[in-house]
């Protein structure tokens, strides 16, 4: 009697139009393929709902994953996101060809691989949506710089010069509306009519770009994290909402060097072989990981060693007081500040410009030492025996009487001192 095969893994190669599934066992031997169409969406919910519940189905980390593991997730099924690349160097370290089935094929395998080396983060609805907003504003500022400099160039191939800091400032447009409305100026009517359209655009953009910024800045005054992200020196209302938005949650970077290495900051060594005098040689930052992280760690280091006396300690100490290495010295400043937000996020706590000492340090030592003179905690009392002089003896031989004396915070008395308490001692004893 034939024993009925259980499901145990699902592999999804989602592309544009369509998407192949691969069903395996617990053993890694094919169920069942299929092909599902993207054009119908209520079919491909139906299809995905007759899938038993609860089955992990691994995705690749494409472009159009997140809505897939959407729909997953709404009917049911475990969503997995794996790495392309790492995917992409088993796929060639085992010398199998690229086909849609054997990716599906593969995705599925992946699933009795331990440890999963081969997954990464899934992000949540809500951080995409983060994410989305935040790439909608960097467009439109790359729109923006180059309108600019079209501007500039229209201006420059026509001759005309101008003496302005800003020339997109107030005095500056003042200046463009002059150049285009005026017959002062010799620009013929194309090149004015290029203007007009160029600065047309440019309004429209930076007002779309302004409507987001109000967005930004409403969004990181109503989350705790963002709004102590912004106690960084640097971290200004847009960078802050960067960071929360690629980030996504803490709890996924056991430390801060993983967060680092995800912000491409941290360094990474390429040595091979016996040990070399001078500079060291293969050190590099990481090449894999969110590069609008590394932007935003190093556009807030510019800052921050104007404003912060200790990142630019550390800015200094890197590029030998800002004379050789500038952009070595950025990053190195870039890390320090990303390992810090790290704790911030971590602990939940605002920045401070000195750090707290660690638990057993001689600065904390000192700290509890200072705080207890302040507190002016008396010392334990002191006390000694004395012997009390017996009937008949001289009381001046005698140094020892029967009692308690206490010496307050004093340090003990030598023989003279005993010998002045003891005739004390005594004479209130008569």
């Known amino acids: 009697m034939k024993k009925e095969k259980v499901l145990a893994s699902i592999g999804l190669d989602c592309h544009r139009n369509f998407s192949t599934a691969c069903g395996c066992d617990a053993t890694m031997n094919v169920i069942w393929r ?28 494409t472009f159009g994953w997140g809505w897939m593991s959407d729909e997953l997730r709404l009917a049911g099924l475990d969503p997995h996101l794996s790495s392309g690349r790492k995917v ?30 081969w997954e990464v983060w899934c992000a949540p609805p809500e951080v995409r949506d983060l994410r989305e907003l935040l790439r909608v504003r960097m467009s439109l500022v790359q729109i923006q710089t180059r309108l600019k400099n079209q501007i500039h160039a229209t201006l420059h191939r026509h001759g005309l010069w101008h003496d302005l800091s800003d020339l997109f400032g107030r005095q500056g447009r ?10 002062d100026f010799p620009l013929r009517e194309a090149a004015r009519q290029t203007l007009a359209n160029h600065l047309g655009l440019l309004d429209e953009v930076r007002r779309r770009i302004a409507v987001l910024t109000r967005q930004f800045r409403s969004t990181v005054r109503q989350d705790p994290t963002a709004r102590r992200l912004t106690t960084l020196p640097g971290v200004s ?23 680092s290495s995800y912000s491409l900051l941290a360094p990474i060594c390429n040595d091979s072989g016996d040990e070399q005098e001078g500079d060291p040689v293969g050190r590099y930052v990481g090449k894999v990981g969110r590069r609008t992280l590394k932007w935003a760690w190093i556009q807030a280091a510019h800052s921050a060693i104007r404003k912060s006396p200790r990142m630019k300690d550390v800015f200094e100490r890197y590029t030998g007081g800002g004379k050789h290495d500038r952009n070595r010295g950025f990053i ?23 750090p707290p000492p660690r638990p057993g340090s001689e600065r904390r030592r000192q700290k509890e030492a200072e705080a207890l003179k302040k507190k002016r905690i008396p010392r334990p009392m002191r006390t000694m025996n004395i012997q009390q002089e017996k009937p008949g003896e001289d009381p001046d031989k005698n140094h020892q ?8 915070n004093g340090p003990a008395p030598n023989r003279y001192g005993r010998e002045c308490l003891a005739k004390e001692i005594r004479q209130t004893n008569v």
């Not at 299929?34 to 995705?59: D, Q, Y």
């Not at 847009?238 to 060097?257: H, K, M, N, Q, W």
């Not at 009487?401 to 307050?408: A, I, R, T, W, Y």
């Open 174 to 183: 003042r200046w463009l509306s002059a150049v285009v409305d005026g017959e």
């Open 332 to 354: 190195a400043v870039g890390h320090q500040l990303c390992l810090i937000g790290y704790v911030l996020w971590k602990k939940q706590i605002n920045y401070q410009e000195t």
């Open 34 to 61: 299929r092909r599902l169409s993207h054009s119908n969406r209520e079919a491909l919910r139906k299809e995905l709902g007759s899938w038993p519940r609860g089955t992990p189905v691994i995705l690749e980390g």
């Open 88 to 117: 992409a160097g088993w796929r060639k370290a085992r010398g199998m060809a690229k086909t849609n089935k054997r990716d599906a094929t593969l995705l599925a395998e992946l699933w009795g691989q331990s440890p999963r080396w």
């Open 237 to 259: 209302t847009i960078l802050g909402y960067t960071i929360l938005a690629e980030v996504g949650t803490i709890e996924r970077f056991p430390s801060g060097r993983e967060l």
């Open 401 to 408: 009487v029967d009692g308690l004396l206490s010496f307050g």
